[in-house]
């Protein structure tokens, strides 16, 4: 038994050298990863940013007129980077006339555009240079258009009433009957025939 116990003590000794070796051996190494796990970081991975400060604008959309809110109105931002739009956000005002953004950063230029049923479109640039804005557009009914087409070439408002030219020059408008006939057609009004041109 003497041998047996001889055995056991030396495998004990030569197991508990071999532990100790990689003990040891991975404290010196433990270090030496995390450095290069560290110097890894700061060339390849990708860092949080913060965003830059952002504005809230309040917008308020007013009827002219009267000064009552529009509720429903198409409230449209689109940034501006120099020349070139750098998208669209679009928002609904409620029934206070009110619609609310906070996202767009202190800084930039935006294109302010207000869309709302039976007014006209309203567009403004405004640069956003503080951390709260607020802004008022009041918005106004549309009015009558001008036209290059009147007569003698100058421009002149149309009056929108749709109304046939022909009818105020005398000359009867074109009837429904296109096979030109100078029939009665019962309703007691008369079809004058189509005027003849000269050749």
């Given at each position: 038994?003497s ?14 050298l071999?532990?100790?070796?990689l ?10 990863c ?8 700061q ?24 000064g ?15 020349d070139?739009d ?45 951390a ?5 557009i ?27 030219k ?19 057609n ?12 000269p050749?």
């Amino acid at each position: 038994m003497s041998c047996r116990a001889t055995i056991e003590t030396m495998f004990r000794r030569h197991l508990l050298l071999v532990s100790l070796f990689l003990v040891t051996l991975g404290l010196a190494v433990c270090p030496v990863c995390a450095l290069a796990q560290k110097s890894d970081d700061q060339g390849w991975s990708r860092k949080y940013k913060t965003p830059p400060p952002s504005s809230r604008i309040e917008v308020t959309v007013l009827k002219a007129f009267n000064g009552k809110p529009i509720g429903n109105a198409s409230v449209i931002f689109h940034p501006i980077e120099g020349d070139r739009d750098k998208g669209v956000l679009e928002l609904k005002t409620n029934e206070d006339g009110k619609a609310i953004i906070d996202v767009i950063p202190v800084g930039d230029t935006v294109r302010l555009q207000v869309i709302a049923n039976g007014y006209q479109t309203y567009g403004q640039d405004y640069k956003i240079d503080k951390a709260e804005m607020t802004m008022e557009i009041k918005m106004k009914r549309p009015v009558a258009q001008y036209s290059t087409y009147g007569s003698g070439g100058s421009a002149k408002p149309d009056s929108g009433s749709g109304t046939d030219k022909s009818s105020e020059s005398g000359t009867p408008p074109a009837s429904g009957n296109s096979s030109g006939s100078n029939s009665n057609n019962g309703s007691g009004s008369q079809q004058t025939p189509p005027a003849s041109q000269p050749k």
